[in-house]
Nanobody, 127 residues
Framework: QVRLMESGGGSVQAGGSLTLTCTVSGDTNPNTNGVHFMAWFRQAPGKKREVVAVQVVLSTITRYADSVRGRFNVSRDNADGTLYLQMTNLKADDTGTYLC????????????????WGQGTQVTVLP
């Protein structure tokens, strides 16, 4: 079974950068755990949870929300399964709780495709 834990959140001035880390534990081998894709989601107060970036496991395929494309970069360490989200030129609208999730089947951009979730890490961008 896969377990996910996020870290790296914090407060940063607008225009600054942060890197989030999603540590994978349990069965980290995608050949046995069946994880096909992983993603970062964002939950802002009063807003619907949205997908920010997707990484297809053991692939270079990525997808980004329009609001973060060109500023955020998702990557995965194939050695241990750790998922990263490098965030640059942060804006106030990027504020929220960032959650890591993994899925086996379904649409990469559909939240319902993700079965395992972390607890989240808070990112606050100050104006």
């Amino acid at each position: 079974q896969v377990r996910l834990m996020e870290s790296g959140g914090g407060s940063v001035q607008a225009g600054g950068s942060l890197t989030l880390t999603c540590t994978v534990s349990g069965d980290t081998n995608p050949n046995t755990n069946g994880v096909h894709f992983m993603a970062w989601f964002r939950q802002a107060p009063g807003k619907k949870r949205e997908v920010v970036a997707v990484q297809v496991v053991l692939s270079t395929i990525t997808r980004y929300a329009d609001s973060v494309r060109g500023r955020f970069n998702v990557s995965r360490d194939n050695a241990d399964g750790t998922l990263y989200l490098q965030m640059t030129n942060l804006k106030a609208d990027d504020t929220g709780t960032y959650l890591c999730a993994s899925g086996r089947t379904g649409q990469w951009l559909d939240e319902k495709s993700y079965r395992v979730w972390g607890q989240g890490t808070q990112v606050t961008v100050l104006p």
